[in-house]
């Protein structure tokens, strides 16, 4: 999921004429700053679109050249108000918004605007046990060209790049203001939350710097790590034949031992160990697969309408579902929901919330053979910050809205978005399919609908 805003703008002046100046906006991606750019380079990415996708282009309006008059703060904020739908629009068609015209466009505006000329830098990519590899790339180097790098390093084939991804993280007991969490602290040393998985249209180095320069006064710093990006263990196979792909889940899989986020027996607890010590990692891995708490990101706390409203809950994205945990009754509690019975799902705002601070995930979920619920929940809202990890705008027009507004009548998704989910019980060992990674599919394109869903069977029911 992208989402892309342009909340300021800035008048500058140019640098060789102190008495000419321009505006420039401020273009922020999934409500983490990217770039500022001038309207003539906007417009010049339109024209580029237009020759390459023709009739294909369907997005709204670009904001039409003034040739007559000077621009005041109104049609300013005008332009910028249309600009931003007008880049909302086109990245909701996926060949646009994973090509590389899109791509190369926004790398070049955040290089730009970043200011320095391209320089041979040292990049730190830190793995699960927190030491760090450095890496000797360029500045505008793009997030494919370091991965591929950090790859060679690190005796990974290249062919299975694709497993692992490149994401910006800070200390998990620090909150974006520097400030302590409200949580029980983990002992490991090297404990960090992912905030951000870095894609092809920005250069990692360049994203690290401008997320620290905002962190310099609270001395909260993130980092740059790599993190598998496979969450269904069945895919993981291929990769313990690889060097560095053993590598790399060899040492997620023990930090994750280590935090207590993946909950085993003492038993399981002593045959790893002993695997460890032997230093036989492929077979650590292998009982690793066969553990049910085995394979999940844990993001940042959110507050859910589901069991009721003002939840806290921990949100745990793996094996093919999405876990909430949280406290009901004095009791520890679970609910998971399996990608395999999402039909559609939509991500927006509450029309009645500030768009910075609340944000609503939605799924017409299958409960029972032929008996769909819905689901609304504030699960992508972060209780601590009010920083909602992705961002929607409920005025651009989706598939999913359409396909919700055409089937309210069987209440799909009713008006007062009221939870009617009952519990479901799962068997965490049953046997894996080849689906779509669904963190992936979340994180990665505009939600619309599951593309496994078709294949559903009685026995995901």
């Known amino acids: 999921?992208?989402?892309?805003?342009?909340?300021?703008?800035?008048?500058?002046?140019?640098?060789n004429d102190?008495?000419?100046?321009?505006?420039?906006?401020?273009?922020h991606v999934n409500s983490w700053y990217h770039a500022s750019v001038r309207y003539s380079s906007l417009y010049a990415l339109h024209e580029k679109l237009i020759e390459n996708f023709g009739f294909r282009l369907d997005a709204p309006d670009f904001p039409p050249k003034k040739l007559w008059r000077a621009l005041d703060n109104k049609a300013i904020n005008e332009r910028r108000e249309g600009l931003a739908k007008y880049l909302?629009?086109?990245?909701?068609n996926p060949d646009?918004?994973?090509?590389?015209?899109?791509?190369?466009?926004?790398?070049?505006?955040?290089?730009?605007?970043?200011?320095?000329?391209?320089?041979?830098v040292t990049l730190e990519v830190f793995?699960?046990?927190?030491?760090?590899?450095?890496?000797?790339?360029y500045s505008n180097d793009v997030t494919n060209v370091v991965l591929q790098k950090f790859a060679r390093v690190i005796q990974l084939d290249e062919s299975k790049m694709d497993c692992f991804g490149l994401f910006l993280s800070r200390p998990r007991n620090q909150d974006k203001d520097g400030s302590q969490e409200n949580i029980a602290s983990s002992s490991v040393v090297f404990d960090q939350l992912c905030v951000r998985w870095l894609k092809n249209f920005e250069a990692p180095y360049i994203s690290q710097q401008l997320a620290n320069k905002d962190s310099e006064e609270n001395g909260s710093f993130y980092k740059v790590v790599v993190r598998r990006t496979c969450w269904d263990p069945s895919t993981e196979e291929p990769l313990l034949d690889d060097p560095g792909g053993l590598k790399l889940l060899y040492l997620q899989a023990l930090n994750d031992v280590h935090r207590g986020v993946m909950k085993i027996n003492p038993d399981i607890k002593d045959k790893l160990q002993a695997f460890q010590e032997q230093g036989n990692f492929r077979q650590f891995m292998r009982l690793c697969h066969l553990q049910p708490t085995y394979g999940y990101e844990i993001l940042v706390p959110v507050i859910s309408d589901y069991p009721r409203e003002n939840t806290k809950c921990q949100l745990k994205v793996g094996r093919r579902q999405i876990l909430l945990e949280y406290e009901d009754n004095g009791f520890h509690t679970q609910t998971a929901l399996k990608s395999t019975r999402i039909r559609v799902w939509r991500v927006s705002h509450r029309d009645n919330q500030p768009i910075s601070s609340q944000m609503l995930f939605q799924i017409e979920y299958l409960v029972a053979k032929e008996e769909f619920n819905s689901i609304a929940a504030e699960i992508l809202q972060d209780h601590r910050t009010h920083s909602p990890a992705f961002k929607f705008d409920d005025s651009v027009q989706t598939k999913v809205l359409e396909k919700l507004?055409?089937?309210?009548?069987?209440?799909?998704?009713?008006?007062?978005?009221?939870?009617k989910e009952p519990s479901v019980n799962y068997d965490s060992n049953e046997s894996y399919e080849s689906l779509h990674k669904l963190f992936k599919i979340i994180s990665h394109t505009m939600p619309f609908d599951n593309d496994s869903f078709d294949d559903i069977t009685d026995a995901d029911l």
């Not at 909302?88 to 909701?92: A, D, L, R, S, T």
């Not at 646009?96 to 041979?120: M, T």
């Not at 507004?405 to 009221?418: C, F, M, N």
């Open 88 to 92: 909302q629009g086109i990245i909701q």
């Open 127 to 137: 793995l699960s046990d927190g030491r760090p590899v450095n890496i000797e790339c």
């Open 405 to 419: 507004e055409a089937t309210k009548a069987s209440s799909i998704v009713s008006d007062d978005l009221i939870i």
């Open 18 to 27: 102190p008495f000419k100046k321009y505006n420039v906006f401020d273009i």
């Open 96 to 120: 646009i918004s994973r090509h590389h015209i899109l791509e190369r466009a926004f790398l070049d505006f955040q290089v730009s605007s970043f200011g320095s000329s391209a320089e041979a």
């Open 1 to 15: 999921m992208i989402h892309i805003a342009i909340p300021t703008f800035q008048t500058l002046t140019e640098k």
